[in-house]
């Protein structure tokens, strides 16, 4: 089956710096990607997992662990517009397998 | 570069009737799209896998015959959702894959559909 589990929700104050985890079980792996979604919008790609390690893009970075089934996604300098839902995503036999999302609060 | 585009935005229709859902990938061709529904305070979760030229593969528990889906040329799909009834109220979305990319999706801005 296919399972991938992300905290429902958080928060932090504007200039923090907060992490996302994602776990994932799936039955193939071809890349695991994260995505912002703001409520009644489409989401938005923010980054690219398929090999182990750190991928840094400005204040956002993203993690792999492929041997452990886990990710997690890094912001830092948090803003008031980083409120939104963050999706982990999982690229399985071509199709995207989406996490239960996590919704973040930014606080001033 | 990369846009998908969904029309119409919202819809509101009455239960019984159907609609018609189009998505077009506007400045790259697309050899696949997908189409997901996205309830409130959920993810999104594929209903359907749409390639260019041939039927359509749907998702376990999604109903072929109620979500129609067509995809006649690389740049346009069209979901139709057949005797619609309130608990198909959702947020449905789009992606395209181009297809000279590997992985990336680019997604549509979604279709706000409410049946009354």
């Known amino acids: 089956g296919q399972n991938i589990d992300q905290p429902t929700e958080m928060t932090a104050t504007e200039g923090a710096i907060v992490q996302i985890n994602c776990t994932y079980q799936?039955?193939?792996?071809?890349?695991l990607f994260w995505y912002q979604q703001h409520a009644g919008e489409a989401p938005t790609f923010l980054s690219y997992?398929?090999?182990?390690g750190l991928e840094e893009k400005g204040r956002f970075s993203s993690f792999l662990s492929r041997s452990k089934g886990y990710s997690y996604l890094l912001l830092k300098e948090l803003q008031m517009k980083d409120s939104a839902s963050y999706l982990c995503?999982?690229?399985?036999?071509?199709?995207?397998?989406f996490g239960t999302g996590t919704r973040l609060l930014v606080s001033p | 570069g990369a846009v998908v585009s969904q029309h119409p935005s919202w819809v509101i229709c009455k239960s019984g009737t159907s609609v018609k859902i189009e998505c077009r990938s506007l400045?790259?061709?697309?050899?696949?799209m997908f189409w997901y529904r996205q309830f409130p305070k959920q993810s999104l979760m594929l209903m359907a896998t749409?390639?260019?030229?041939?039927?359509?593969?749907?998702e376990q528990g999604v109903e072929k015959d109620k979500f129609l889906i067509n995809h006649a040329s690389l740049t346009l799909s069209t979901l139709t959702v057949t005797s619609a009834h309130p608990e198909d109220s959702s947020f449905y979305i789009c992606?395209?894959?181009?297809?000279?990319?590997?992985?990336?999706?680019?997604f549509g801005p979604g279709t706000r559909l409410t049946v009354t």
């Open positions: 799936t039955s193939g792996f071809n890349g």
């Open positions: 992606s395209a894959r181009d297809r000279w990319s590997s992985y990336e999706q680019y």
């Open positions: 749409s390639n260019e030229g041939s039927k359509a593969t749907y």
């Open positions: 995503a999982v690229r399985s036999f071509q199709k995207l397998v």
């Open positions: 400045d790259f061709q697309a050899t696949t």
């Open positions: 997992n398929v090999l182990d």
